[in-house]
């Protein structure tokens, strides 16, 4: 299954902080350590979003190719710093289209999202969800995918006036209902908060004085992480970490 990282701190380079780590997700891309069964690799392409400034949108390089054969980006990234990011490497679910498109991060308005897991019975578990949002939405989705129909909903709930924390928790409860034995890691960022769920997939997070790191797997052995409980919200800011039980 895909593997992603979020982080929120003081300007930090894409390379510092998605290659250079002994364990960061290029490592993670062909050598996870953490899949629970859910594929091997992950190289059916990457994406990156990053926050260039306070106050300008998220910007975002997606491919469909291994996260360790782009040149160009390994030398991009060394070049490019932010404070906000949000980057994702994929194990496309089997049936899934592999094209760029179908790649995290989705993005939407100041909202960067990654899926880390597949919807069990798809599409048929949640076509009653996927006639929530208006038909438009659906017809423009980037992805006929499991991840970018979570993210059409989501936004869908975020832009109606649904509190983004409450908007991830109660879509994961959902569809887990809906869609029983569903792996639903979400991860979300508008450059200021991280939230993330864990359902059934692995999560950690790395705390520092002004800084925060949420990820599928730690990218370095600090005795510093902590491993998220599953069925749990995350919530975390530079200045703090909360969690909280999903209820069902
Ligand atoms: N199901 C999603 C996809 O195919 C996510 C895959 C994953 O987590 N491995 O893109």
Not at 17 to 26: E, F, G, S, T, V
Not at 29 to 49: E, I, K, L, Q, Y
Not at 195 to 211: E, P, R, Y
Not at 216 to 241: K, N, Q
Request: overall charge negative.
């Amino acid at each position: 299954m895909c593997r992603h990282t979020a982080y929120l701190g003081p300007p930090c380079s894409l390379a510092d902080l998605l290659l250079n780590r002994p364990h960061a997700l290029l490592r993670q891309s062909w050598a996870p350590c953490d899949m629970r069964g859910g594929g091997t690799v992950n190289a059916d392409g990457f994406g990156a979003g990053w926050f260039p400034g306070t106050d300008a949108d998220p910007v975002r390089y997606r491919r469909a190719i291994p996260l360790w054969t782009d040149g160009n980006f390994a030398a991009l990234a060394g070049t490019i710093t932010s404070g906000a990011v949000l980057a994702a490497i994929r194990s496309a679910t089997v049936g899934m289209p592999i094209n760029e498109t179908a790649c995290a991060p989705f993005t939407w308005d100041r909202w960067l999202f990654s899926h880390n897991g597949r919807i069990t019975g798809w599409p048929d578990s949640v076509a009653k969800l996927a006639a929530e949002p208006p038909i438009t939405d659906i017809l423009t989705l980037e992805a006929p995918t499991d991840s970018a129909l979570l993210f059409a909903v989501l936004r869908h709930r975020i832009r109606s006036g649904t509190p983004p924390a409450d908007a991830l928790a109660g879509l994961v409860t959902e569809v887990a209902a809906a869609a029983p034995g569903s792996r639903l890691n979400l991860l979300l960022t508008d450059g200021e908060t991280v939230l993330a769920t864990t359902w059934t997939h692995g999560l950690s997070v790395l705390a520092g004085d002004d800084s925060v790191v949420v990820a599928s797997e730690p990218w370095d052995d600090d005795p510093a992480w902590t491993e998220v409980p599953d069925r749990h919200l995350v919530l975390a800011t530079r200045s703090g970490v909360r969690l909280r039980h999903l209820d069902t």
